[in-house]
């Protein structure tokens, strides 16, 4: 969707602030894709690529750590980059990544869709009710943004906005 590229923008913008970025030279050298509780792993339970068990385990895991480390993490808010599972393999084939050669546009499809029920729709159910309530900032990147001042402005200042008012 271009994560990479957006973060880069809002750290140009605000080198003040202090960004985790994604670590995709690790992701590149281990052959699966990233488990992020209410996208990949549930697509992966709905898929039927996790028994029962095995998801009921990643929930627990998943909700131990939560409460576990809740006191030093606080979400104050969600930017969802939303592109159309078709742009998104587009950038896909762009960038080359040896590890994503054989994404589908099928397993984009539910990829997207779950992000739309979790942030956008609210159908996913939460282990943690407080996750429902965190404000949501939809930025469209259909356009490609990446070299676009224009659409990189008009991102960040939708951002800042939106950080303002949290």
């Known amino acids: 969707v271009g994560k990479s590229t957006f973060v880069k923008l809002l750290m140009k913008t605000y080198p003040e602030w202090h960004v985790a970025t994604e670590p ?78 054989r994404i589908e546009l099928a397993y984009l499809e539910q990829l997207h869709n779950q992000h739309e029920a979790w942030l956008i729709h609210k159908t996913t159910k939460l282990h943690f009710e407080a996750l429902r309530n965190i404000p949501v900032l939809v930025l469209d990147v259909n356009e490609d943004f990446s070299k676009e001042v224009t659409k990189q402005e008009e991102l960040v200042r939708k951002v800042n906005t939106f950080v303002k008012n949290l």
């Open 24 to 101: 995709i030279a690790t992701w590149q050298n281990i052959q699966a894709a990233g488990t992020q509780k209410y996208i990949f792993a549930k697509n992966l339970f709905e898929n039927g690529s996790l028994s029962d068990v095995e998801w009921h385990i990643y929930q627990d895991w998943h909700s131990f750590l939560l409460w576990e480390f809740a006191s030093r993490l606080s979400l104050h808010g969600f930017i969802y980059l939303q592109a159309a599972p078709q742009v998104c393999l587009k950038r896909l084939y762009q960038r080359a990544r040896k590890e994503e050669e």
